[in-house]
């Protein structure tokens, strides 16, 4: 059997088109499959499509969260609930196209463990997306000893042994897909171009991004803590050729002392901040808190969709 999950954050105008696309690809790939749609705690009616389609097709099946808890968190939601042998994530904006599911299974038969689609062309995204993103990618895999595929997002196919080690790692500001290269197995990617949104808008906005960014640089490097010293040493340095300036009589030395007492205040606020981001996290897993709260689930008691 094949899962495909679908998280889903406001999107009434591009589910139920998703729903017709999915179906239309599963049925050509032949066998059971289930497409799990995760609710993120949408606010439209978003909710009401998705109860509907349940209703009618017995492939569906649906978890509700009780609010919005993100991206990661209903990916998350939908690997510990996914019951086939492969299980594909993907997202209900149609960006990532279901027609490009095959070509994932067929690598999954040969025997890879995980396939994920790397964008070969992105469509219909702002030029300040792609440049942030291409150099994002390029610096987390500088700063990490995992070696994380540069532009893939979390469209992929995974195996059930490759769900069944998700599931045992609770990390909370999750970055599901280091987390997928980190627990290793066979990887092989597809290329794909990355479409246009069928309709409606971006649900990650900029304040979203650049936490999903820090969450990815911090739960897989702990480098930009060595920053302080390093730079530590640089102002030191800076401050003893002042010195040096300083008593050989140089007046403007005076002035060089000042911007750099300056200059050194900042970047220690700045790494002071660097390191009250991994020290929040630290506090959210002590916390232990769940990564989602389930307000429903749809579907679930059906024999296996055919
Ligand atoms: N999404 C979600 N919860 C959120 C934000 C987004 O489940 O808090 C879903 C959204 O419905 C979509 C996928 O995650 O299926 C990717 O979001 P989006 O297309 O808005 O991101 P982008 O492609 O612009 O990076
Ligand atoms: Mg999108």
């Known amino acids: 059997m094949y899962s495909v999950i679908v998280p889903v954050y406001n999107e009434e105008a591009v589910i139920e088109e998703a729903h017709k696309r ?8 032949g066998g059971a499959y289930e497409l799990l749609y995760v609710n993120d705690g949408s606010g439209d009616g978003t909710a009401r499509i998705l109860r509907r389609l349940a209703e009618g097709d017995k ?21 510990d609930f996914a ?8 997202d209900a904006d149609l960006q990532d196209p279901p027609e490009v599911i095959p070509r994932m299974i067929e690598k999954w038969r040969e025997g890879f463990e995980v396939v994920y689609g790397k964008r070969a062309k992105r469509k219909g995204e702002t030029a300040f997306k792609k440049l942030t993103a291409a150099a994002y990618y390029r610096l987390l895999r500088r700063l990490t000893d995992v070696p994380l595929p540069v532009d893939a997002g979390d469209f992929r196919l995974l195996d059930k042994k490759v769900c069944a080690e998700l599931k045992k790692i609770r990390e909370k500001n999750r970055y599901v897909r280091g987390i997928v290269n980190w627990v290793g197995f066979r990887h092989t990617y597809v290329e794909y171009i990355r479409d246009e949104r069928f309709a409606g808008q971006t649900k990650y906005t900029l304040r979203k991004m650049l936490r999903f960014a820090a969450d990815g640089v911090t739960s897989f490097s702990s480098k930009p803590l060595t920053l302080a010293s390093y730079l530590g040493a640089a102002f030191w340095l800076a401050g003893v050729i002042c010195l040096i300036a300083v008593l050989a009589g140089f007046s403007a030395a005076w002035a060089a ?37 389930l307000r429903d689930k749809v579907g679930f008691d059906n024999a296996e969709g055919d």
Do not use: W
Request: proline share 1%.
């Open 59 to 79: 492939c569906v099946r649906l978890l509700e969260f009780s609010r919005n808890f993100g991206h990661q968190a209903a990916i998350t939601a939908g690997t």
């Open 257 to 293: 002392t000042l911007i750099i007492a300056a200059f050194s205040n900042g970047t220690v606020l700045v790494m002071l901040g660097l390191t009250g981001e991994y020290i929040g996290r630290i506090y959210d897993e002590s916390k232990q808190r769940p990564l989602y709260i």
């Open 83 to 90: 019951r086939g042998d492969a299980v594909i994530i993907i």
């Open 22 to 29: 999915l179906t239309a690809v599963m049925r050509s790939v």
